[in-house]
């Protein structure tokens, strides 16, 4: 059969391997210092070489006995969820707090198969009325309702 | 007395008018949250988080606890009438609870959870306060190899409690220590592992590190399967139990208590762990172990107490040493070190109000939640029937706000997201978050006790096994990963953990 018996394994052992050799990688520029007196680079290294040491060890566990394939990936709400996140960040500045949040809300929504136009919509309103009136007015949080884009300051 | 002045003393700080309403509104929002399946109480004290900066930290840390065991409080409501355990905690509480409400005893099943939980909370607090104390103090003598030694301990066996893969939970661990470490170096302001961002010079932030990785990735494997629940709830009719109930009930939840009052002190205990243990303990010596998983009253009695216990008590290593046993532990370490506080032994006595106060609050709590459980039980049922495709655009709108409001940074709700998608690959890799999040809080600590003992010793590594204490810890640590990764123990614990 195949070499790669456990799936899981083999993709969490180089994910592991790859993380250990990116942070490894970036403490070339630090100062590593002595044992008696550590640089700032000196324990992130020894990490960063532990790290990629389990990642082999899993990998090769992975190799060696069989597993499971990893379950569907629901990319529908990967990239949706994400996107709405993003967006969020994005918009938060230039359209203003509550237009972000409400579109970030309608869009999240999307990610449910079973998602209606009335509910979203429904629910985008209550979450914006809400978030006016709990972070806004009760909180005081100093976010400017409406974006430059918007008309706001 | 000492321990009577300082329970006065508690009492004084949690019966303020404001910290009795943080109380209340922690222990309404674990049992909502409790109650509502997808969404735990780490990702809730993650998302409030932001919330509790403006507080007193006596009154943040009443606020997150009073979440973490209303929480438990909540589950069990679900777990009984619905056969939906609304925690990870409650899941065996549904196994009996849920036919005796089927057998029209909803009501004596839900009276059970509150009593036993109840009983076990007002122990577990007592215990911790009776021990926490002289556990602090031991640990004021520890030096800085003696502190090493005790957090890898920790973290060791933090994972060989925990389900799963003990590799992979180890390089959850350190991938958690290293993100930990980044931002400037404590002694010498070096950036490290900052990507040349002026965003990362302090470091990732813990807020959208917990949010992605508990909120925001749990959201989209909720979403993985999604199907239109129909729910029949149990109706319930009296609260009160018969006199053999009564009788029968006594001894489970004595003996959940002891359990998971145990369980909650080890790093990786709490609440889940405690309430398996105790099931099981009781289907091994009931005189009617016939009855369990038709309706078995012990069966809700002992986990339903050890549930409570392990929860109250997995407090006193976090804050008698600082050091977390759990995710929830972890959260309110990092909503310490965000108050100012540096959490370890010094908080018994430097803080004694935040100390005694927090404890005394627990039995408020507690008393609190057994008032809001049974009477408002159809409110908290209703709750229920709002669908999560309704429910999740607001957790993530809570998310969103949340880690945007503590800096007034972007990049924040950017490394929300990005943390998210990292959690969501990690969980379908079978590799638990919960090491990482551990490791992300500890990892500044480790480091710099790592660098005081080196100095202390000019060097010599092996002030780690000439120093007795530290000597005895590690070893533990050792025997720890030696005995979980036996063959024969670890087929048991694959099955234990199926069960």
Redesign the interface.
Same mark, same amino acid.
């Given at each position: 059969m195949n070499i790669i018996r456990n799936p899981?394994?083999v +993709? @969490?052992g180089l994910?592991?391997i790859a993380?250990g050799l990116l942070?490894g990688w970036?403490?070339q520029d630090?100062?590593m210092g002595?044992?008696?007196?550590?640089?700032?680079?000196y324990?992130?290294l020894v990490?960063?070489g532990?790290?990629g040491l +389990?990642?082999l060890?899993?990998l090769i566990?992975g190799l060696r006995f069989p597993g499971e394939m990893?379950?569907?990936?629901?990319w529908?709400?990967?990239l949706i969820?994400?996107g709405?996140?993003?967006f969020?960040?994005?918009g938060?500045?230039p359209l203003g707090f509550l237009p972000a949040?409400g579109i @970030?809300?309608?869009v @999240?929504?999307l990610?449910?198969?079973?998602?209606t136009f009335r509910?979203?919509l429904l629910?985008?309103a209550v979450?914006v009325v809400f978030?006016w009136a709990v972070?806004i007015k009760g909180?005081g949080?100093?976010?400017p309702l409406l974006g430059p884009w918007l008309g706001g300051y | 007395m000492d321990l009577l002045d300082n329970l006065a003393l508690g009492f004084s700080v949690a019966l303020s008018l404001q910290n009795v309403f943080y109380c209340f509104v922690g222990a309404l929002l674990g049992t909502l949250i409790g109650v509502l399946p997808g969404l735990g109480p780490v990702a809730t004290i993650a998302m409030l988080l932001p919330l509790t900066f403006g507080l007193p930290p006596v009154s943040a840390l009443i606020m997150l606890a009073g979440i973490y065991y209303g929480a438990q409080y909540g589950g069990s409501t679900t777990a009984i009438l619905i056969n939906l355990p609304g925690e990870s905690s409650s899941v065996v509480t549904a196994i009996d609870g849920h036919q005796m409400a089927r057998k029209g005893r909803a009501g004596a099943a839900l009276a059970t959870a509150a009593l036993g939980s109840f009983f076990a909370g007002s122990v577990a607090t007592l215990l911790l306060a009776l021990f926490a104390p002289p556990l602090a103090n031991l640990a004021l003598q520890f030096g800085p190899p003696e502190y090493f030694s005790l957090m890898v301990l920790g973290l060791i066996a933090s994972v060989t409690l925990a389900s799963g893969s003990v590799v992979k939970a180890i390089a959850m661990i350190v991938l958690g220590l290293i993100l930990g470490l980044s931002g400037q170096d404590i002694y010498t302001g070096t950036p490290r592992f900052t990507f040349d961002m002026q965003e990362l010079s302090d470091g990732f932030d813990f807020v959208a590190l917990a949010m992605g990785m508990f909120g925001i990735s749990e959201i989209i494997r909720n979403l993985e399967d999604e199907h239109q629940r129909s729910l029949v709830a149990a109706k319930v009719k009296s609260l009160m139990l018969t006199k053999e109930e009564f009788k029968r009930i006594i001894a489970p939840v004595l003996r959940g208590t002891v359990i998971g009052s145990f369980l909650g002190i080890l790093p990786g205990g709490g609440a889940m762990l405690s309430s398996f243990a105790s099931y099981s303990i009781e289907k091994k010596i009931s005189k009617y172990p016939r009855e369990f998983g038709r309706g078995a009253i012990e069966g809700v009695a002992g986990p339903e107490s050890a549930n409570n216990a392990g929860a109250q008590t997995s407090f006193i290593p976090m804050l008698t040493l600082g050091i977390p046993s759990n995710p929830v532990m972890a959260l309110m370490i990092g909503a310490l070190i965000i108050q100012g506080i540096t959490p370890g032994p010094n908080v018994v006595t430097e803080k004694p109000d935040l100390f005694w106060g927090v404890i005394a609050s627990m039995w408020v709590g507690n008393f609190m939640l057994v008032l809001l459980n049974l009477p408002l039980i159809g409110m908290w049922v209703r709750l229920l029937t709002v669908p999560y495709h309704v429910m999740f655009p607001a957790i993530i709108a809570f998310c969103c706000i949340g880690v945007y409001s503590v800096n007034n940074n972007t990049f924040d709700v950017y490394t929300m997201a990005l943390f998210g998608l990292l959690g969501y690959a990690l969980v379908k890799l079978d590799c638990e978050p919960a090491p990482l999040l551990l490791g992300f809080v500890i990892g500044p600590m480790l480091e710099e006790y790592l660098r005081r003992a080196m100095l202390i010793s000019r060097g010599d590594p092996t002030v780690f096994v000439t120093r007795p204490i530290s000597a005895v810890l590690l070893l533990l640590a050792a025997a720890a990963l030696v005995v979980v990764l036996l063959p024969s123990v670890q087929k048991g614990r694959e099955e234990a953990f199926k069960e």
């Open positions: 899981k394994d +993709l @969490s994910l592991f993380l942070f970036q403490t630090l100062p002595t044992a008696v007196r550590m640089g700032p680079g324990f992130p990490l960063s532990l790290l +389990l990642g060890i899993i566990n990893p379950s569907g990936i629901a529908r709400a990967v969820i994400t709405a996140v993003v969020f960040g994005f938060v500045r949040l @970030s809300v309608f @999240s929504a990610a449910s198969r079973l998602f509910t979203a629910n985008t979450m978030a972070f909180l949080l100093p976010l | -």
